[in-house]
């Protein structure tokens, strides 16, 4: 039910200017994600093409590259298709030539700046009506989720400016669109740093019925607590790719449905899981592409590169943008919606190893996890250094002999390959986040250029 803006004025219900163009934007989404593919891409089409045209004339880094480009909306796929890949790097530089002025249509400007989890932060501009579509897919994401907006809401996570590890945030409302448009119950914020143990306390004592947080966390969780920690209903994954084995074993273990989310902080939410477990590409905001290594598209169940076009945020020209994820190209989706897909997020280019012959895979870590599993280890992380060098992170549950080494050792060279050399670095405690607060079990540092020529 709509929450009105006056206390005397309750129904219908009146609100204020400021959440109006959340609300407006929400009710075309729930009629525009029925449309027709063919639809969408015709729609997309028109779209694109007046946000290629702005950056053509406002934004210095795209002027040359769409000079002479016809940017038509008949054409406009073929002109966009012919743009370089942006890449993180550029975005970063301070002379990028990618932010742009906007008319007053679309109102204030502000500055967002992403958590630099990967290790290469980056800043954008972004307009409120870009934000007022942002917030729009928010709460459609709610919906799809069907969550009660009436229950209570936990998310533990990165980034919560003011709130401690003593102290976790309470709030009367989940967020403050939903807050504002919709009467919905409680939410608390807690802190990723703050002990595994702390954390399933704060959940019991809120009684939370839905939980959001990262699957790295979710899995310290779910090992500290194989039952419910207190009446959960659902459990939403965010900010890190979500393994089917760890969705499976927190539905089984504390009886909760798993949703999964995909979204960045530059871009907002880029897909989101419908009723059927699909996820559905945010089309009425963004263009997804998933890219072989040779630039062409992805065909259904490939992988590949996820590159992004920015159709609704005229202050930075997000064109082509390469998140730095793999997923796979997803095929239309039984649940009716005309919306583009993905198969599934795989995961960051940084968890593809490198073999010294300079060659690229996604290693299967499951001889570790069944390690970890079987209550041998706590927490693992695995570092690819260099072509044929790994370091191998433990929390170990007890101390390791020469044997249980030996063991670890075979297991990383079956990951890898068994030309790698492994060392070990143990912890007393919990291995440390990335500076994002999110956590990958398996990282590749070796620098770009000995990716290329290998050993």
């Known amino acids: 039910m709509l929450k009105s803006s006056s206390a005397e004025l309750r129904w219908p219900a009146v609100i204020d200017h400021r959440h109006a163009e959340v609300f407006a934007t929400l009710t075309q989404l729930e009629s525009t ?49 012919s743009l370089p890949v942006l890449t993180r790097v550029e975005l970063q530089a301070p002379d990028a030539g990618l932010f742009c002025t906007v008319d007053a249509a679309h109102g204030a400007v502000v500055t967002l700046k992403s958590s630099g989890s990967t290790g290469e932060p980056v800043v954008i501009r972004c307009t409120m009506a870009a934000q007022a579509l942002r917030k729009a897919f928010t709460l459609r994401n709610f919906a799809w989720q069907r969550l009660d907006a009436r229950k209570t809401y936990a998310s533990i996570r990165s980034g919560l400016v003011g709130v401690t590890e003593d102290e976790p945030r309470h709030a009367s409302n989940w967020n403050a669109s939903l807050g504002a448009l919709f009467h919905n119950g409680p939410s608390w914020s807690y802190p990723i740093t703050a002990p595994i143990e702390r954390q399933l306390e704060v959940l019991a004592g809120a009684r939370a019925h839905y939980l959001a947080s990262y699957p790295s966390n979710l899995r310290g969780l779910l090992e500290a607590s194989p039952r419910n920690p207190g009446g959960l209903e659902v459990v939403i994954s965010q900010g890190e790719p979500l393994p089917p084995a760890l969705a499976e074993a927190l539905s089984f273990a504390w009886g909760v449905r798993v949703v999964d989310e995909y979204s960045s902080e530059e871009l907002g939410a880029i897909a989101t899981q419908c009723e059927l477990g699909r996820f559905h590409c945010m089309a009425e905001g963004l263009v997804v592409e998933v890219l072989r290594d040779d630039g062409l598209p992805c065909a259904p ?111 990383v060279q079956h990951v890898l390959g068994a030309a790698f050399t492994v060392e070990f670095e143990l912890f007393d405690g919990p291995l440390p986040r990335g500076s994002g607060g999110k956590f990958l079990e398996f990282q590749c540092l070796v620098p770009p250029a000995e990716r290329a020529r290998g050993a």
């Not at 590159?307 to 994820?325: E, Q």
């Not at 039984?334 to 490198?354: F, K, Q, S, Y």
């Open 33 to 81: 994600q029925w449309l027709p593919a063919a639809r969408l891409h015709e729609l997309q089409a028109v779209q694109l093409s007046a946000r290629l045209v702005h950056a053509q004339t406002r934004s210095p880094h795209f002027a040359t590259r769409l000079a002479g480009l016809d940017l038509r909306p008949e054409r406009v796929f073929a002109a966009l298709a």
């Open 301 to 411: 169940g490939e992988r590949g590169r996820v590159v992004v076009t920015d159709l609704r945020n005229f202050a930075t020209a997000l064109l082509r943008y390469a998140t730095g994820d793999y997923a796979e190209a997803g095929e239309p989706c039984d649940c009716g919606r005309g919306l583009p897909t993905l198969g599934r997020i795989v995961g960051r280019e940084r968890n593809l190893a490198c073999l010294p012959d300079g060659r690229r895979y996604w290693p299967d870590l499951s001889p570790l996890q069944d390690t970890a599993a079987r209550a041998r280890l706590h927490q693992f992380q695995l570092l690819q250094l260099a072509p044929a060098r790994a370091r191998l992170r433990l929390w170990p549950t007890r101390a390791l002999d020469a044997s249980d080494r030996a063991v670890l050792t075979a297991q």
